[in-house]
């Protein structure tokens, strides 16, 4: 029996306006996308119609950038971003592992933003509730951990212990680690020992992450590791057992021998698992003034930072992978950064001529306005966060005395670049902002903060279309993975994942906040329904 989907608003990331129509669903694919009333569907002996009302009916959601096992993990933990203290921070903790026995207390998404004088937080807190039990918490960023005593010494990390190469251990006025580790060198020193799981583990917490993403009508994900940690192994293994009920498109660490990328690129090629490229950090954040910037901090005349690889080597990977069809996708939160990026891309286009090679830069956070146009001229993707612009208001938001107000004219950049001809790809960064698609349309029509102010939005100009935006979160991205001749619009032949929200989004753009996905289908497959 075809599964047949009935809707008012069934926008198909083709046309400009979404349309009353039906669409048929056969063999895992799209058979038929019918316009109007029809009566070729009343035989339900045949037919399995599901009359969807006036809910908005798109192509399946590609989240671009999701970190998928710490993603996985925070799914399986605790969330602590809406603490008000370092205090309540350590007691949420203490209360969600109080009875519970395993090995490492995991927590995610803390913000001293959002704490009074926004101190980093330290080891003492956490010693109180934890004496003998080993701590990480991940800050909202995952570019910095909260650590308790057992948990350093367990990795042996003392006063000491030299600072790596691009991280820091921060220290008291004695020189004892304090308890927080900033950046990923720094990070990679206790998470190897907190996040080794066994492998079925691994597949547990991956299936758990599967089933949240059904919930929000995401189908495939844009896999990018941090820390070093990738997972794609267990994914395989699911895969092989028919659970990898996700499009997975996976790039590990940029720094990897070429042989093993060229290796990944011939052995995972499925619809559902695929490589996608290698990825790499070419700063940390501005908020955490480890952004790369092309002009010095405005409340830090002379420091600009620092960036993370060398100009040389990266220039020099940059061909090597561009030579042997390889993507990129380059962390650069700072304008200094992106810049380095498209320099490295132009580099390699210079020396080997124009080819379909589609990198990325991952961020974006602050652009410079004479790199708005490079995008389109060197075939860069714009894969970009919009819910990573928010503070609770824009009164109180940090970007300003960090970059100064002409600078954040330019920051969290989204339609720009978009009217300079760059492919545009949403995605979340989950588990740095939660999984939530719905978030993302929203700030980027809107461009409100957690106040839902200004009214008329931050940088209006920067505003996307409610069609935009969606397009932005499936044809986007499937241009991205490589796959627009199968994901990312509604049409027929296309694979048939397909996302149902529970709202018209195009009439009700006020009540996006409350809009949910009712029912997705992954491959011909109803795999969550709420109708």
Not at 159 to 181: Q, S, Y
Not at 441 to 460: H, Q, S, T
């Amino acid at each position: 029996m075809n599964l047949v989907l009935k809707s008012t608003c069934i926008y198909d990331s083709v046309s400009d306006a979404p349309f009353a129509g039906y669409i048929e669903m056969e063999g895992g694919k799209i058979r038929k996308v019918t316009k109007g009333d029809t009566d070729c569907y009343d035989d339900r002996t045949i037919y399995d119609v599901r009359d969807c009302g006036d809910r908005t009916i798109t192509a399946g959601l590609i989240d671009s950038h999701v970190h998928l096992f710490l993603g996985s993990l925070h799914n399986a933990t605790v969330d602590i971003y809406d603490t008000k203290t370092e205090e309540e921070a350590a007691e949420k903790l203490y209360e969600f592992y109080k009875d519970r026995d395993d090995e490492w207390i995991i927590g995610f998404r803390w913000c001293q933003f959002r704490w009074p004088e926004e101190k980093l937080p330290t080891k003492a807190s956490l010693d109180r509730y934890f004496p003998d039990r080993p701590v990480i918490a991940f800050n909202d960023e995952l570019h910095g951990v909260w650590v308790n005593s057992r948990t350093l010494e367990l990795c042996g990390i003392d006063r000491n212990t030299p600072d790596p190469a691009g991280g820091t251990i921060a220290r008291d006025e004695n020189g004892e680690p304090t308890g927080f580790l900033l950046e990923q060198p720094a990070m990679e020193l206790v998470t190897k020992e907190a996040l080794c799981v066994s492998r079925e583990k691994e597949e547990e917490l991956i299936e758990g992450f599967i089933k949240k993403a059904h919930t929000k009508g995401v189908t495939s994900v844009g896999a990018v590791h941090v820390l070093r940690i990738m997972k794609h192994e267990a994914c395989r293994r699911l895969e092989n057992k028919g659970k990898l009920k996700m499009r997975v498109f996976f790039a590990p660490h940029m720094e990897m021998d070429m042989g093993e990328a060229l290796r990944l690129k011939e052995e995972y090629t499925s619809d559902r698992l695929k490589f996608l490229g290698l990825k790499g950090f070419m700063d940390g954040t501005p908020l955490g003034y480890t952004g790369y910037m092309v002009e010095p901090y405005s409340d830090r005349p002379g420091f600009r930072s620092e960036p993370l690889v060398d100009r040389d080597w990266l220039y020099e990977r940059s061909k090597e992978c561009y030579k042997n069809d390889i993507a990129m996708r380059l962390h650069a939160c700072g304008d200094g950064a992106v810049r380095m990026a498209l320099d490295a891309y132009e580099a390699a286009r210079k020396e080997y001529g124009p080819k379909d090679v589609r990198n990325a830069i991952e961020h974006i956070e602050v652009l410079h306005r004479d790199d708005v146009a490079r995008f389109a001229k060197t075939n860069t993707v714009a894969s970009i966060q919009p819910s990573h612009m928010l503070m609770e208001t824009l009164e109180d938001h940090a970007i300003f005395p960090i970059v100064g107000k002409e600078r954040a004219k330019l920051a969290w950049p989204g339609k720009t670049l978009a009217k300079n001809g760059a492919v545009v790809a949403f995605g979340t960064d989950y588990p740095i902002v939660d999984l939530d698609p719905v978030d993302s349309i929203y700030r980027a029509v809107k461009r409100r903060m957690e106040d839902d102010l200004p009214e008329g939005g931050w940088n209006p100009q920067e505003k996307f279309t409610m069609a935009e935006a969606i397009k932005n979160s499936t044809i986007g991205p499937a241009y991205m993975m490589r796959m627009e001749d199968k994901l990312g619009t509604l049409e027929e032949g296309k694979i048939a994942d397909i996302n149902v929200f529970s709202k018209n989004i195009f009439e009700h753009e006020e009540d996006i906040p409350s809009v949910n996905t009712d029912m997705t289908v992954f491959e011909g497959e109803i795999v969550y329904d709420k109708l």
